[in-house]
């Protein structure tokens, strides 16, 4: 698993600019469950250091390519960053407001205007799907406000992976951008799926299936169904 998770890791920093973050996330983790769990400290930190030794590795032809053309490395990030004059505007604090708000309503209210991410000006979620990534994010609040401890580190990996992911969109030009945004999308999935499965738990509390309605039929639909 710690092989493939480097591969992983190294494969993001190849397929998108955007994926040189999730080390970063990754590194974060690491270090708050070595803190929390001083018992096992040390093996979580040989988990990551032979991840990363793998990553790397991988890395290294692209690395070294990069070393002989930083442009390419540093030129349009610098180019579309925000705290270029071009971009701020004479206010970074100003266009960082601006740019949040932006980055908040890609979600619901108006998403990238560009045809060449989405359909243009379409938001993440359609309607019905925002419900539900709402009741998930108010879900996961809620839990990790209850868990103590190791218990809060599936909630603090989505935190720091969708927090990492949605950087890029946040601290540049043309925002909302999907594709910077892109290594947000798996905890987006994800708190949508986890409001999905919080109404569905709801549901099956106000409402019981019929008995033996937990069973499915050969049809792979549920027998009530008919």
Known sequence: PLFAAGAAMAGAVYAHPTGRLIPLALA???LWLAL???????GYLLSFGLTAAVSFALFLPLGVYFLDHQWLF???P????????AVHGGSVADALAAQALAVL?????????SDFHNLPGRPVFDPVM??????????AVVAVGRARGLNRSPYLLAALW???????TLFSDAVPNFSRAIGALPVLCLLA?????????????VAPLPAGGERVSASGLPPWTG
């Open 74 to 76: 540093w030129g349009h």
């Open 78 to 85: 610098s180019d579309v960053s925000i705290f270029d004059p």
């Open 36 to 42: 929390v769990d001083r018992r096992h400290a040390w």
């Open 28 to 30: 974060a983790y690491t």
């Open 193 to 205: 799926a986890l409001g999905l499965l919080t109404v569905t738990a709801w549901l099956a509390r």
């Open 105 to 113: 309503g890609m979600f619901f209210v108006r998403g990238d205007g």
């Open 130 to 139: 925002a419900v539900f990534f709402v009741i998930g994010l108010a879900a």
């Open 162 to 168: 969708g927090g990492l992911g949605l950087a890029p």
